[in-house]
């Protein structure tokens, strides 16, 4: 199973970025899937979450109003984060992963898999 997430870069301050996820050697059209970010010294933290048929979302209260995660229409093993408004403690490294569950949660050890991470910094 591999989870190749993409879409990171560098971006000032108030901009947007689209994280796309893709989940390649088995299905998991019947899983949540979920975003973590990790900036450095820090934790990793739960971003955004949604169930595997797409209709059921949660987010970290920082969040909810500038992410928005969603899945694939026909491809369900791929998922996606719109991020507007970029703030500079946005910058972090990104990871997209696979919930052991039909939805997905808060909760980082809910998932079974995860990807290497994509980048995204801030610019002031």
């Known amino acids: 199973v591999q989870l190749q997430a993409y879409g990171g870069g560098l971006v000032q301050a108030g901009g947007s970025l689209r994280l796309s996820c893709a989940v390649s050697?088995?299905?998991?059209?019947?899983?949540?899937m979920g975003w973590f970010r990790q900036a450095p010294g820090k934790e990793r933290e739960f971003v955004a979450a949604i169930s595997w048929r797409g209709g059921t979302t949660n987010y970290a209260e920082s969040m909810k109003d500038r992410f928005t995660i969603s899945r694939g229409d026909n491809a369900k093993n791929t998922v996606y984060l719109e991020m507007n408004s970029l703030k500079r403690e946005d910058t972090a490294l990104y990871y997209c992963?696979?919930?052991?569950?039909?939805?997905?949660?808060?909760?980082?050890?809910?998932?079974?898999?995860w990807g290497q991470g994509t980048q995204v910094t801030v610019s002031s």
């Open positions: 050697g088995s299905t998991f059209m019947f899983n949540g």
């Open positions: 992963a696979t919930s052991r569950k039909g939805w997905g949660t808060s909760v980082r050890y809910d998932y079974a898999y």
